[in-house]
């Protein structure tokens, strides 16, 4: 396959292209700026692209004397700065010494490598071949300072995609402050665009809106410290005829877990300014002599077919090329988590009886959550003193750990290691490792505050405190938690001049956590939670494979917010569990049916009392379980496809086809019934044509041509026995099928 870096040194014209994409911009000739010239379908190469340059003169400021035609305002730019003739938003900007935030940086040189470099403290995508990928690093030099820039752009082989990043670096003896660093900006030609995100809240994460561009700004952020509920560090601009399955989409995501800002802004000539990047609001970095900051990796996604072929480049790529250590590529236990079923009320005895109905299920992992650890009898207390609480365990978190093995299940423990209670050993010892202003009230939330992770002696007291469990007992997973947002952001470790930096730092605190935890204990399968899906993120994907999608387990609800994590998450991110009814968020009672057929499209796993179950519903639990296992690389590991969407329909429907398109499983979800119903059909995607499937074990098979053109067809026949129709039981709300086809041989 095609993958190379073509460059036209005559005109300096760079063009990334691997036979599906083509990325193209160019050194403009008296400012040696960059100037964005096309992002999309491939197209082929030529020698020369001046073609694509568009001056008029026009009314606006210009870069020099004489030239009517230098403004920025009216030039596609790759990372623009704002203050000389360009009055859009800016990519970068730069306070120097004198107080003044004009920058002029220039082309210098580039460098092509095989490959992709990691970046240093930051998540990123990676290869594992050098011929995987190719890099350019483009490198600039501030005329009015000895600050370089470097902008990194890799395209893949295999995926239609580019990764971005940016690198400052001072060589210069005077201190610099970095106000505006994004990760990446297009510039499109048009505004021809939809605009699609992710927002939500605590319960219902990730909703998706969809909503024409305007002249004007339009943004999404995150201000909490956190990627948080509110808004996922994605969007999508699409054209107003794109849909799930046919269309143009311009995906992008951030590879970051911090404050973020995604910005759309349309000027009154049309051009689109796409970026991506750390948020802006309440940044500043004090880059001193000889000091470099790397920006988060974005990550830019071209589709032709459909937002369905977005999410499936997104998938694959951060499923096997961000997601990494031992559990990349393994199928993922099924776990029961007790939170749902005790709460804080539980003791060694409780816990033991749910772990053994677990394992006479089948059910392969038991996750003890919060509670275990302190005087944690609610959520007012204990934590940042991670010591076990006897009373609750007598023979600690070592001691049950080696029962719950003994059953024949693997073990995991839930930590929420950035959070501390005033009434613990660690607040009474170390008041000044909390984010807070001294002399200012600060805020609470959920009963907790948020420990300064900006400060490398609080990382590695925690670490020391959880390493003290770890080493001790037989844990095999690990939920990390994380309840509440940050405000007052203060460091008493920070100078006044660096207290925009917290937020960046904190972020990097947790990922040095991490990266220490899983140095040390890779064989451990971590799980990120905030709350929910407060912290689904491509950047703690890079940590831990798989994310608690939201604490509301609801199965009708979960069709929403499973639905729009999969525009970005793969299944094997998404965790998805089958719970008690009345659910525990909105009070819906649906049938085990149902919750499962939703929670089978993610990680799998249960979060209910088994014990007060009944024996037929322990032994359809067990049916499903065997049925999962049977399937579950299919519905980790297959090419998911998106077919009807429950933000639209009452029907939602989606689907996983294996790799080679051998077999194939369908969900289909009704949320209220219909009387009287029409005839309906449901048209399959991502089949062979020629390949012939069984359905569901029975005698019926059809191939995959008339599965997609046709489609399953839900009204039944009853020629000739009309009577048994109406004594045919009524379908309820909340319905729902599942389609297992497996390709057979005619």
């Given at each position: ?16 292209t ?45 870069l ?36 003044d ?38 490198v ?16 893949f ?79 999508a ?40 990047g ?14 470099e ?26 499923r ?40 006479d299920l089948?059910?392969?992992l ?38 719950i ?115 040390k ?10 709350g ?6 491509p ?105 009807s ?39 399959l ?16 098979a ?32 909340y319905?729902?099928?599942l ?8």
């Open positions: 396959m095609t993958k190379k870096i073509l460059i036209n040194k005559d005109t300096l014209e760079f063009h990334l691997n036979g599906k994409i083509s990325y193209l911009f160019r050194v403009m000739e008296k400012s040696n700026q960059l100037e964005h010239l096309y992002f999309g379908k491939k197209i082929n190469h030529r020698d020369n692209f001046q073609y694509l340059l568009e001056r008029e003169v026009r009314p606006s400021n210009n020099f004397e004489g030239d009517h035609t230098s403004s920025f305002e009216h030039i596609k730019q790759e990372y623009p700065a704002f203050g000389t003739t360009d009055f859009r938003y800016p990519a970068h900007q730069i306070r120097y010494p004198q107080g935030r004009i920058s002029d940086f220039q082309y210098d040189h580039f460098k092509v490598f095989k490959g992709k470099p990691l970046l240093e403290g930051l998540p990123a995508t990676y290869v594992e071949d050098p011929d995987e990928a190719e890099t350019l690093e483009i600039l030099k501030d005329s009015y300072s000895e600050m370089a820039l470097h902008l990194f752009y890799t395209i082989a295999e995926y239609d995609a580019i990764a971005r990043s940016a690198k400052f670096i001072n060589h210069g003896k005077e201190d610099y402050y970095l106000k505006s660093v994004m990760s990446a900006n297009i510039d499109f030609p048009d505004k021809n665009f939809e605009f699609i995100h992710l927002n939500g809240a605590w319960a219902r994460e990730n909703q998706l809106e969809r909503k024409p561009v305007i002249t004007g700004v339009q943004s999404i952020g995150s201000t909490r410290g956190a990627s948080s509920h509110a808004h996922n560090p994605f969007f601009l699409v054209r107003p005829d794109t849909t799930e399955h046919q269309g143009e989409v311009y995906g992008f995501s951030l590879i970051y877990s911090g404050n973020f800002l995604a910005q759309v802004e349309v000027d009154t000539y049309q051009v689109t300014r796409a970026m991506i750390v948020n802006p609001f309440d940044f500043s970095w004090q880059l001193k002599p000889n000091e900051f790397q920006t988060p990796e974005a990550m830019i996604v071209y589709s032709d077919s459909g937002l369905n072929g977005m999410s499936q480049t997104f998938h694959e790529l951060y096997t090329r961000l997601a990494r250590g031992q559990w990349r590529d393994r199928e993922r236990p099924i776990l029961i988590n007790n939170w749902e079923a005790t709460y804080f009320d539980f003791n060694e005895e409780k816990i033991l009886n749910i772990a053994k109905n677990a394992a089948g059910i392969e038991f996750v003890l959550d919060d509670g275990w650890f302190g005087e944690r009898h609610d959520d007012t207390s204990s934590l940042g003193d991670w010591f076990v609480n006897k009373d609750k365990l007598p023979e600690g978190i070592n001691g049950l750990s080696k029962k093995h003994e059953l024949g299940l693997k073990f995991g423990l839930w930590f929420e290691p950035e959070m501390i209670c005033k009434d613990t050993k660690l607040y009474k010892e170390h008041p000044d490792w909390i984010i807070h202003v001294p002399g200012k009230r600060f805020s609470h939330g959920r009963n907790q505050f948020v420990l300064d992770f900006s400060r490398n002696e609080v990382v590695e007291y925690i670490f020391k405190l959880m390493d003290d469990i770890l080493v001790d007992s037989e844990i095999d997973y690990i939920k990390w938690d994380m309840n509440r947002y940050i405000s007052e952001a203060f460091s008493n470790d920070l100078l006044p001049e660096q207290q925009g930096e917290i937020y960046h730092r904190y972020i990097l605190g947790v990922y040095r956590l991490y990266e220490k935890l899983i140095e204990y890779p064989h451990i399968l971590f799980e990120s939670c905030a929910g899906g407060g912290r689904l993120d950047g703690m994907l890079y940590y831990a494979p798989q994310a608690w999608a939201s604490d509301d387990t609801d199965a009708v609800e979960r069709l929403k917010i499973q639905y729009g994590s999969s525009m970005v998450y793969p299944l094997s991110s998404i965790g998805s569990h089958v719970s008690a009814i009345p659910n525990h968020q909105v009070g819906r009672v649906t049938s085990l049916e149902m919750r499962t057929n939703v929670a089978y499209f993610g990680t799998f796993g249960y979060e209910l009392d088994l014990s007060v179950l009944s024996n037929e519903e322990k032994e359809q639990i067990k049916q499903d379980i065997e049925f999962y296992k049977m399937h579950r690389k299919l519905f980790q590991q297959g090419t998911f496809i998106r077919i969407s429950p933000f639209t329909n009452n029907e939602t429907a989606w689907m996983v086809v294996s790799k080679d398109q051998s077999e194939a499983i369908i969900g289909h979800y009704e949320v209220l019934a219909k009387p009287n119903r029409p005839y309906e059909r449901l048209r995607k991502g089949l062979a044509d020629d390949k012939l499937y069984q359905i569901n074990d029975t005698d019926i059809r191939y995959g041509d008339d599965l997609m053109q046709i489609g399953l067809i839900f009204g039944e026949n009853f020629i000739g026995k009309a009577n048994e129709y109406w004594a045919k039981e009524k379908v309820k709300d319905n729902s099928k389609f297992y086809l497996k390709e057979i041989k005619c």
